[in-house]
């Protein structure tokens, strides 16, 4: 079973604008990552965001964290067309496997 | 290059046949990964190994499914009799041991169809 739940499903951008995505979960995490994947490829690591803490931040991502709404939101500012990927956050409840969501779709349009 | 590797990319085989993947973990890595995602899905933990031992498998790694890892180092996993259902992309991952929380690298992934 998924634990986490990613909203929207899918999300059409002009490049330059910002993309935000949500995802929420069920259980006590111990961290949230967060992952993207291109199109039929395997999955890049993009940021790891501890139960302890609310706000990451890397290059022109942000990721914040609530645990007592369980949800976490992905943040990438002056999206670029090759932004354009499905974005998964995974939580990690046990210290060894994740549970993934469905994805939000990006599509950043020249 | 010293990410993950997996081999092969992409697999077809009938219905019935055994197919097998090999994972090449970063070197220095003790936890392995398995995975499966099908399409439009996120993927779903299937299996991992901490060095040689296998510490879990999931409800989804039915008996047709056998995973190893010899020596620690690389890994395999075997789908007997396949079926049509089985056709997925099976992703593999590792990541070192230092009290947990550590970020999981993946590889690229075996594509498998069952015709």
């Known amino acids: 079973s998924q634990q986490g739940e990613e909203d929207p499903q899918a999300l059409s951008i002009q490049e330059g604008e910002n993309a935000t995505m949500n995802c929420s979960y069920k259980?006590?995490?111990?961290?949230l990552q967060w992952y993207r994947q291109n199109s039929g490829r395997g999955l890049v690591h993009l940021i790891l965001?501890?139960?302890?803490?609310r706000e990451k931040h890397s290059g022109r991502l942000r990721v914040t964290l609530d645990t007592s709404k369980k949800s976490s939101s992905l943040l990438i500012t002056a999206s670029r067309a090759a932004d354009t990927a499905s974005y998964f956050c995974?939580?990690?409840?046990?210290?060894?496997?994740?549970?993934f969501g469905a994805g939000t779709t990006v599509t950043v349009r020249a | 290059d010293t990410g993950v590797s997996q081999d092969p990319r992409h697999k077809i085989t009938k219905r019935g046949q055994n197919v097998t993947f090999r994972c090449d973990p970063i070197?220095?890595?003790?936890?392995l990964y398995w995975y499966r995602q099908t399409l439009g899905q996120g993927p779903e933990f299937l299996t991992y190994?901490?060095?040689?031992?296998?510490?879990?498998k999931s409800r989804l790694l039915s008996d047709r499914f056998s995973a190893e890892r010899p020596k620690g180092s690389f890994s395999t996993l075997e789908i007997q009799r396949t079926e049509q259902g089985d056709s997925a992309m099976y992703l593999c991952?590792?990541?070192?041991?230092?009290?947990?929380?550590?970020?999981?690298?993946f590889g690229p992934g075996t594509r498998l169809l069952v015709l």
């Open positions: 991952a590792s990541s070192p041991i230092a009290g947990g929380q550590e970020t999981q690298y």
């Open positions: 259980t006590s995490i111990n961290n």
């Open positions: 965001i501890r139960s302890n803490e």
């Open positions: 995974a939580t990690d409840a046990n210290d060894y496997k994740l549970s």
């Open positions: 070197s220095e890595h003790n936890r």
């Open positions: 190994f901490q060095n040689e031992a296998q510490l879990e």
